[in-house]
């Protein structure tokens, strides 16, 4: 038995690395939050569990985002829609009541209408990016700061992450600024299910090498005892 036990264990041990290393980097890739106001409906409902990543100030139209209102003097964390960056002019609304950025029309098709459009015009400063919520009438976002130092917009310092799940879905990014010919439309980040599928394959082959452990001990201890020589 002393002979054989090795492998299974060696394989029992690589299980084990595999799942505990995948493990480690799903915790310290992503984030989780749960939603705590409804102004990103009906994309994001209150309640919903949130997954995260790094924005590591790669951010881009349309993505949803998650920062912290310092420069709003509020400080707490909020979670809007990505409309317009740096150097960027948005405008609302056009004659069919779509959003504008540099002059193009946006087809929103996540937003909620609810009532009256609140019209504005806003340049956003080089580092920064301007968010709005996707229901427009009940959210407080850039249009309500504009007065302010930045315009309303935020600093892209202050972007914690992004959304990438939503209760454990894949978010789908928006196409709608793709279309208009701007920016956005990435894919979304690698899938928490990926590192749950190779954690599943540790917990696997480290099942696999127990069951393999526990036959060759059984085999060890069922094999008759030698026979002592004839006298």
Not at 17 to 28: D, E, F, N, Q, R
Not at 197 to 214: D, N, R, Y
Request: glycine share 12%; charged share 20%; proline share 7%.
């Amino acid at each position: 038995m002393k002979n054989h036990w090795w492998l299974p264990g060696t394989v029992m041990s690589l299980g084990l690395v595999t799942a505990a290393v995948a493990g480690l980097w799903s915790m310290l890739r992503y984030d989780s939050v749960e939603l705590p106001a409804s102004s990103m409906e009906p994309t994001l409902r209150q309640g919903d569990q949130l997954t995260l990543v790094d924005a590591d100030g790669d951010v881009r139209h349309g993505d949803l985002i998650v920062f912290n209102g310092a420069s709003w003097e509020v400080p707490r964390l909020f979670v809007k829609r990505v409309v317009g960056l740096g150097g960027d002019v948005v405008v609302c609304c056009d004659e069919s009541e779509r959003l504008l950025v540099n002059g193009v029309p946006v087809e929103e098709e996540y937003l909620l209408r609810d009532g009256p459009t609140y019209r504005f015009t806003a340049q956003v400063p080089a580092g920064s990016v301007f968010v709005l919520g996707d229901w427009r009438n009940n959210s407080a976002d850039s249009r309500m700061h504009l007065s302010g130092p930045n315009g309303g917009a935020i600093p892209v310092s202050d972007v914690r992450a992004r959304v990438v799940a939503v209760n454990g879905e894949t978010l789908v990014p928006t196409s709608a600024f793709v279309d208009a010919g701007l920016s956005g439309g990435r894919l979304p980040a690698p899938d928490q299910r990926a590192s749950l599928l190779v954690i599943g394959a540790g917990v696997t082959v480290f099942l696999g090498g127990l069951v393999w452990l526990v036959v060759v001990v059984s085999r060890g201890r069922g094999r008759p005892a030698c026979a002592p020589p004839p006298p």
